[in-house]
Every structure is written in C-alpha cells, then in structure tokens.
T-cell receptor, first 114, second 110 residues
C-alpha cells in the first residue's frame, strides 16, 4: 500500500492555459474524491467517483473544470482557461467501500496561476 | 448552508500541555472525522467517530462524538513539537459530499 499519489506536486501556469492533474488512489479503494483548498481554509468538496462513475459534482465545479476516472483506477482533473482565482491546492482522496467515510488524502497539487 | 465551526481558530501552547478543541455544526451529523494537516501536505485521518457519545482514542489523541450530534471534541495529551499543524473536523453533508471545518492551528512552544 503506497498511499494516494498526485502529480504534479506543483504547477505554475499562465492565465488562460489549460492544466491537468492526476491522482492515483490506494489500489483497493473504489471511491475517489477531489477537493480544492485555498490558504487558511479547509478542503472544499469538488467531485466524487464511485468506480468510473462520477456521482456528484459541487457547484464549485464550473464548466471549465472536468474530471474523469477511466476504468475506475486513476483520475484526472482538468481546468480549462485557467483564472487567477483557480490558484489553490487540489487534493485527491480515496476510500474503500466498507469504510467509505474514512478518506485518505494525497499530498495535493499546488496550482499557481500567474 | 451547513457549516462546521472550529474553536479555537489558533492556539499556542507549551510542550507537555494538554490541548482541547471542538467543532460545532448547525445540523446533525452521523459521522465525525478528525484530520491533521502539515504545511504543504494533504490531511491525515486521525480518528473517526460513528455514534453519539462515542469516545475514541488514538495514542495521545482522544475524540468524542457529542450527544447532541451537532458537535465533536478532540483532546491531545502531553503535546509535543510534532503536534504542530492544522486540525480539521469533517463529516458527510450529503450522500457523497463531505464538509470540512474551518480548522484549528496549533503551535507548540518547546
């Protein structure tokens, strides 16, 4: 068990560019979550996958955001036409079916939009 | 909407002291989770509580699920420098959605 991994750890991009982040959950976990965390705040829920199905999306997830989890394994989060307000830490978490409330987080991807 | 308010927002304590913090909600929760986050890292799950009145320990940490189901408490005994960080409470706020609190920032003075 290597834990949840996220890549890249840091991303600096110019406003208007597209970025994509990857999350690899714990291998036996079928549930995957994306969160966004800004400085001084707790994580805010963005979206949830159960296997490959995206079952819930927050209103925070504007049309510029899209997430996928092909084959129910790793997941990607894409932000199109980035804005300075998108600068944040993007966290991924996974959980197992039988302990679904216990989410295990990755180290996050820190996005800076200049 | 639902909010989880944590108190205190921050605290400075001396090494060896006990620490108490709490989390309150405007609505009932069926599960309480406590996480610790170090700078630049993701939150790490400390304790999960599933039943009103439940008291659960993890080493020097003890958490309680309030009997009103609208609050939870975390205590750290005999604090050490590595306890420094931000402590978050969290709970399910829908079928799949989770809500995190505002955080308590702990600093331990050696």
């Amino acid at each position: 068990d290597t834990g949840v991994s996220q890549n890249p750890r840091h991303k600096i991009t110019k406003r208007g560019q597209n970025v994509t982040f990857r999350c690899d959950p714990i291998s036996e976990h079928n549930r995957l979550y994306w969160y966004r965390q800004t400085l001084g705040q707790g994580p805010e829920f963005l979206t949830y996958f159960q296997n490959e199905a995206q079952l819930e999306k927050s209103r925070l997830l504007s049309d510029r955001f899209s997430a996928e989890r092909p084959k129910g394994s790793f997941s990607t989060l894409e932000i199109q036409r980035t804005e300075q307000g998108d600068s944040a830490m993007y966290l991924c978490a996974s959980s197992a079916r039988h302990t679904s409330y216990e989410q295990y987080f990755g180290p996050g991807t820190r996005l800076t939009v200049t | 909407g639902q909010q989880l308010n944590q108190s205190p927002q921050s605290m400075f304590i001396q090494e060896g002291e006990d620490v108490s913090m709490n989390c309150t909600s405007s609505s009932i929760f069926n599960t309480w989770l406590w996480y610790k986050q170090d700078p630049g890292e993701g939150p790490v799950l400390l304790i999960a509580l599933y039943k009103a009145g439940e008291l659960t320990s993890n080493g020097r940490l003890t958490a309680q699920f309030g009997i009103t189901r609208k609050d939870s408490f975390l205590n750290i005994s005999a604090s050490i420098p590595s306890d420094v960080g931000i402590y978050f409470c969290a709970g399910p706020s829908g079928t799949y959605k989770y809500l995190f609190g505002t955080g308590t920032r702990l600093k331990v003075l050696a």
